[in-house]
């Protein structure tokens, strides 16, 4: 039977890593918070440890709105970020690698994140990472066949998915 890929390994321990604590390797050096993520190792080391994964594909994880973010670019090397809402730092396209938490209730009509019902621009479907990666296959009345077919349409036409996605989500 042919289904949804898992996602990869190291993508799912990333998602559930703890940044920004110091590195008890390192804890007597200046600058020694582990804000880099080693996706041989799947763990995340300071920029000390560097020598040590010198030659490991890594990724550097920033903060933005005292949140974990990635550079878009970075991550599009690595998987499909399409559909998830970008925002802007230091003139650096970033994208969040978990849901944030809700600070007030959304007033008002848009579109919304279809895990989490955060607000989002148009054409976007997720607020980060972790909500696209998430099993939207848990959704009610959710065809298997048919997630394809609508992120290929969404790339060519004007289908709102959006509206598909809360009707299904509330049916």
């Known amino acids: 039977?042919?289904?949804?890929?898992?996602?990869?390994?190291?993508?799912?321990?990333?998602l559930g890593q703890k940044f920004f604590d110091p590195c008890i390797l390192h804890e007597s050096a200046k600058k020694n918070e582990k804000n880099i993520f080693c996706l041989n190792c799947c763990i995340t080391i300071c920029p000390h440890c560097l020598p040590l994964h010198r030659h490991h594909r890594r990724l550097q994880i920033r903060r933005?709105?005292?949140?974990?973010?990635?550079?878009?670019s970075d991550a599009q090397k690595l998987i499909n970020c399409s559909?998830?809402?970008p925002y802007t730092t230091n003139s650096a396209k970033v994208i969040f690698l978990n849901e944030r938490p809700m600070s007030r209730p959304f007033r008002g009509?848009?579109?919304?994140?279809?895990?989490?019902?955060r607000s989002l621009q148009d054409p976007f479907l997720f607020c980060s990472l972790s909500c696209k990666v998430h099993p939207i296959f848990t959704l009610p009345n959710f065809d298997v066949l048919t997630m394809p077919l609508l992120l290929f349409l969404s790339l060519f036409s004007t289908v709102?998915?959006?509206s598909f996605f809360r009707n299904m989500h509330a049916g």
């Open 1 to 14: 039977m042919v289904g949804p890929r898992p996602i990869p390994h190291w993508l799912g321990v990333l």
């Open 64 to 72: 933005y709105v005292y949140q974990d973010v990635i550079r878009l």
């Open 83 to 85: 559909l998830v809402q």
């Open 109 to 117: 009509s848009g579109n919304l994140c279809v895990k989490c019902d």
């Open 160 to 162: 709102n998915l959006m």
